[in-house]
């Protein structure tokens, strides 16, 4: 009966042991899968970030602003000194308005409303600048 018992027990830890290796593989093969993910996200990374790096380029946004922004270049007429600045914003927003945004477009249209800005007026029809 005891060699019964024993020859049970030797079955049972061989099946349990059997268990555990079974599981360890299945682990290792997952650790080598998770692996495998690692590698590809970080050799994407990496295409993304030399893709990034070469849509950075500074020669790159410049031609891409020549192509669609079709931009003018800077007059000198379009700077003026700062004490052409007005001290304070005019007031174009109602305080009991709910809709500030609304209420400065509306007010666009009035005559100084473009003061806010600091922009200089348009020079004289006879081409001699303002002073």
């Known amino acids: ?17 059997y268990r555990i290796k079974f599981d360890a593989t299945v682990q290792a093969e997952r650790v080598a899968k998770l692996r495998s993910e690692v590698r590809r996200e970080r050799d994407d990374i990496a ?3 030399a893709e990034w790096g070469q849509l950075d380029n500074p020669g790159h946004i410049e031609a891409l602003t020549k192509r669609y922004l079709h931009l003018k270049p800077v007059a000198p007429t379009q700077f003026d000194t700062l004490d052409r600045l007005p001290e304070r914003p005019p007031q174009d927003v109602a305080t009991d308005s709910k809709d500030s945004i609304g209420s400065i477009i509306e007010n666009l249209e009035q005559p100084g409303s473009f003061e806010t800005t600091g922009s200089i007026p348009a020079p004289a029809a006879s081409g001699a600048p303002k002073e």
Not at 9 to 15: G, H, K, M, N
């Open 47 to 49: 295409a993304l970030r």
């Open 1 to 17: 009966m005891l060699n019964f018992l024993v020859i049970g027990a030797l079955v049972l830890a061989a099946a349990y042991v």
